[in-house]
């Protein structure tokens, strides 16, 4: 799962676009919080602008309910217009946001672009939506959290839930005489004790940038919990703050104790995959989307049963508990207000009511809590367990950088990182640039 990217330069175009365009863009079409329009159901072809594996489970769960809804509805369809490359899929959706060509649906994270979208009236209110159709308080409240902009407001509609967990070698950490690390602050002795024994520590994707950036949010949302990184976007906190400075010097000592292999950022999704599940490296932090590769007989069997997680640590003192850490619910769906009516409606509702067990069938974790997994015949005891905790999450979520900071910093938080986990920046000369630089950028994007 590659967390939302967005060009800073289309970006740049299209915001500006749509301050010109203001709330006239939604003129003719639904008020957004009127999720109920009276009329008559007329079947035609309605699109759905998506950024999702083509062969996940989403897409075919979706068609296959689709193609059910259009038997009892004839002259209706489903169109899906995807681009599972995700760069090029949100310069898609900025640029046809700026020309006002979105379609009935399309998918859109919770950032500052989205809820410009919605403060002109573009979007739907999904929290009313969801209410209406009755569907609402089966959603798991982490599912909905993650969906919400800064001010509690609801526009997405959520059609995954994941967890994301330390995989980690047992029989490795055994070989290095380790335990699993209570704390953060005891990564940089687990990689010595690795490194020592001959073992790369963690297997990273350091091409695609965001499982990086991912160790960057850890400190301080043990630190300072979600609100660090909701102040810090707006220029309202500094990389030089302390939990900032926290988070500098633990990714500079991480590197220092060689937690990365040696030339970590060129390495690919499924290399640093292949690291970890050939007993390569030791530890892999990826979410559940991975639990088929994970904990099934999938997993090469030289390994399987030495395979265990443990979530993100947190130790005493530490501003959230130790059930709450990333559990995203992936990109959401938002509805367009323009084009909304009774159809559209009556489809959503539809599929909404059949979507959660069809999923859930398909082994992965509904976004509400009236579904419960199929766990396949073939999976490892890690299964049950990991779709288990998800009963077990907290409140306070850990929110992916990549989808809060604005697109110009966010580029380069990315290029920083790299070179300060390799050492060629020192974490003061790390805070000092990335200050330096949502300084100049957060200001002109949150206005």
């Known amino acids: 799962m590659k967390q939302a990217l ?19 863009s939604a003129n003719g079409g639904a008020d957004p919080s009127d999720v109920a329009p009276t009329g008559k159901v007329e079947p035609r072809e309605i699109q759905w602008l998506l950024s999702r594996p083509a ?16 038997k009892d509805h004839p002259g209706f369809k489903l169109k899906l217009i995807t681009t599972p490359d ?27 672009f989205a809820q410009k979208l919605a403060e002109q009236g573009r979007m739907m209110d ?26 509690g407001s609801l526009y997405m509609i959520p059609f995954e839930y994941q967890l994301e967990f330390f995989w980690y070698n047992k029989e490795l950490f055994k070989k290095a005489g380790i335990e699993v ?5 005891d990564f940089p002795a687990m990689c010595t004790a690795l490194r020592k024994v001959g073992v790369t520590p963690i297997a990273l994707d350091g091409q ?38 926290k988070a500098a010097k633990w990714l500079s000592e991480l590197g220092r104790t060689g937690c990365f292999a040696k030339g970590f950022s060129s390495v690919g999704y499924a290399d640093a995959q292949n ?37 993100l640590p947190s130790s005493k003192g530490s501003a959230t508990a130790a059930n709450e850490f990333v559990a995203p619910s992936g990109i959401g769906m938002a509805v367009n207000a323009r084009t909304y009516d009774p159809l559209v409606r009556d489809f959503l509702k539809f599929a909404l009511t059949k979507y959660p067990a069809a999923y859930a069938a398909t082994g992965e974790l509904s976004p509400t809590t009236n579904a419960k997994t199929a766990v396949p015949e073939n999976a490892t005891p890690l299964y049950s367990r990991a779709v288990a905790a ?12 990549d989808t809060q900071l604005d697109p110009t910093t966010n580029t380069r938080l990315q290029r920083e990182l790299v070179l300060l986990v390799q050492g060629d920046v020192t974490p003061s000369e790390f805070t000092s640039t990335m200050d330096a630089a949502l300084g100049q950028n957060a200001p002109k994007y949150f206005k």
């Open 181 to 185: 690390p209570k704390s953060l602050d």
């Open 55 to 70: 062969d996940g489970a989403v897409i075919k769960t979706m068609t296959k309910i689709a193609d059910e809804y259009a």
């Open 390 to 401: 998800a009963d077990e999450v907290g409140t306070e979520l850990a929110m992916p950088w």
């Open 208 to 245: 695609d940038q965001w499982p990086l950036e991912r160790y960057a949010a850890y400190q301080p949302f043990r630190t300072e919990g979600p609100s660090y990184v909701q102040k810090l976007k707006k220029n309202e906190a500094k990389f030089s703050d302390p939990a900032g400075q």
């Open 86 to 112: 995700r760069p090029s899929y949100i310069q898609k959706y900025e640029t046809l946001a700026a020309a006002d060509k979105l379609p009935e649906l399309f998918d859109t994270d919770a950032t500052p």
């Open 275 to 311: 690291q970890f599940t050939s007993g390569k490296t030791a530890v892999y932090n990826i979410g559940t989307w991975e639990l088929r590769s994970l904990a099934t007989a999938e997993l090469n069997a030289a390994v399987r049963n030495d395979i265990d997680f443990f979530t």
């Open 6 to 24: 967005r060009l800073p330069f289309v970006a740049g175009l299209v915001t500006l676009a749509l301050t010109v365009a203001g709330c006239s």
């Open 126 to 151: 999904a929290a009313k939506l969801l209410k209406s159709l009755g569907v609402h308080d089966t959603y798991r409240k982490a599912a909905l959290d993650y969906q919400r902009f800064d001010d």
